[in-house]
DNA sequence: GAGTTGCGTTCCAGTGGGAGGAACGGACGC
DNA sequence: GCGTCCGTTCCTCCCACTGGAACGCAACTC
């Protein structure tokens, strides 16, 4: 559908670093016309999904665009309601708390709260992970119904990441019995190598957003007793997390 | 344009509060056929703007949706990186932190964090909201250069929200000239009647992001000696803010 | 101040991509 | 097994969109 190409292009290529572009950056960058890119830019300024840049004659992404990332990430505002709780997991823990949420077959980022310490974790808040590998995957994981965890096995490859990524899809079953019955999944160099994490997952409704909540740090400092600990401060928490999501 | 207004329609049915919606929702919503609607839906999936949810035949936004409105924010993350300053106001002053961001000509409220008193200011984040009245938004607006003042003037009507909000353009210049020196912007029961906040702006460079930091809270504790303790610490965490943002 | 460059914007005729009614096929549930 | 509602497919007609070209403007250079 070329139409529906051109439209998403021209959105989609203000996510490339640069807020205000041009008629000119985007015909090239797409390589169409200029009329044809002004057009279609003038018409989402009517939507409200892009603005005129006050005074510089460009474009900018609108107020609508907000709205749409803020409705994609989950219900109205997933992200503030976690907040409180992701800094109580880094005040606890001293290690950095992330928030990711289920969007389409993968997890991204949504928010974090960095750690105390001088080597800690620190991931790109919108990046996106593959949900088979590490804690926070797993716990997002372990909330699907049987049927939809078949269908994503089916229609997914495990990819290793790491020599620790489980490509095993019936010793992936069986991991997220564990994870179901303990409240919380673990992971030791799973995704990265260096890094270990414990996550716990919320599922709000039927049709609602799927996510988990995590601590994250260097792999030494996640040994069997940590481990155990942050899993209590995860899984209580996202319990507390869900119960406001409901309501 | 018919094609770039349906594009719209169809991504902006999702910010109407239903998270996953099927051709037929959207159809009736849009007044289009559904064969129309359908061809959208299957090109915008193709980019990446939706996905197909799991096992319900329906739809919902993808990953490229959260990257437009990261994007639309401000820099990567203006959110993840402002939490810690907004933590911090919360904590020195007890009142709610907001973070508010430039978007055409409004502002949109990009994150809170909540007061601790019992009775405290919650805003609800993505809400937008005019410049010209409160504290936060004429922050905003005393980071405008000269003639972008000018034309943002030329441009909109100082529509009076409550008997407080100043609709006269000549007083608006001087009352931003006095934001400037002072470095924080405060207001008192101008965009809602029973509040009363404080706020600073910060500006990254020539085109990037414009946005604004806030303490607000009930008019009865914004008194004469709390706004000078608070307008002082917004000013200074806005100052730190932006030092962050420029590297 | 004339010349140049690069910008956003406008115009217009020709055409091919999308409209949309109708028909299909699968999933429920009464 | 029947009715219903869903998403999906099909196919022809037509008009909305295409895109090359020209325009007006502002910011430079010489």
Redesign the interface.
């Known amino acids: 559908?070329k139409?529906?190409?051109r439209?998403?292009?021209v959105?989609?290529a203000?996510?490339g670093g640069h807020?205000?572009l041009g008629v000119t950056d985007i015909a090239r960058e797409l390589d169409l016309p200029k009329s044809a890119v002004h057009?279609?830019l003038?018409?989402?300024v009517?939507?409200?999904?892009l603005?005129?840049?006050?005074?510089?004659s460009?474009y900018r992404?609108?107020?609508?665009?907000?709205?749409?990332?803020?409705?994609?990430?989950?219900?109205?505002?997933l992200?503030?309601r976690a907040?409180?709780f992701l800094?109580g997991l880094r005040d606890e823990s001293g290690e950095t708390a992330t928030l990711s949420a289920l969007?389409?077959?993968?997890r991204?980022y949504?928010?974090?709260?960095?750690g105390a310490q001088d080597v800690r974790m620190t991931i790109?808040?919108?990046a996106?992970a593959v949900l088979h590998a590490g804690a926070s995957g797993r716990a997002i994981l372990a909330q699907?119904t049987a049927?939809?965890l078949e269908?994503?096995l089916a229609r997914t490859t495990l990819t290793p990441l790491t020599e620790g990524t489980i490509t095993d899809g019936t010793r992936l079953r069986r991991v997220l019995q564990e994870v179901r019955e303990r409240g919380y999944a673990a992971s030791r160099g799973e995704r990265d190598a260096s890094a270990g994490a414990v996550a716990a997952g919320f599922r709000v409704g039927?049709?609602?957003?799927i996510g988990s909540m995590s601590i994250c740090g260097p792999l030494q400092r996640f040994n069997g007793a940590a481990v155990a600990t942050y899993g209590g401060l995860v899984a209580a928490a996202a319990a507390r997390l869900l119960a406001q999501l409901v309501t």
């Open positions: 559908m139409s529906v190409d439209v998403s292009g959105l989609l203000f996510t807020l205000v057009r279609t003038s018409a989402l009517a939507t409200g999904l603005t005129r840049d006050g005074d510089t460009g992404l609108g107020p609508r665009a907000v709205d749409l990332g803020l409705a994609a990430g989950g219900s109205p505002d992200l503030a907040l409180p800094q969007i389409g077959v993968e991204v949504l928010g974090q709260v960095e790109e808040v919108g996106r699907f049927p939809e269908s994503y039927v049709a609602g957003p």
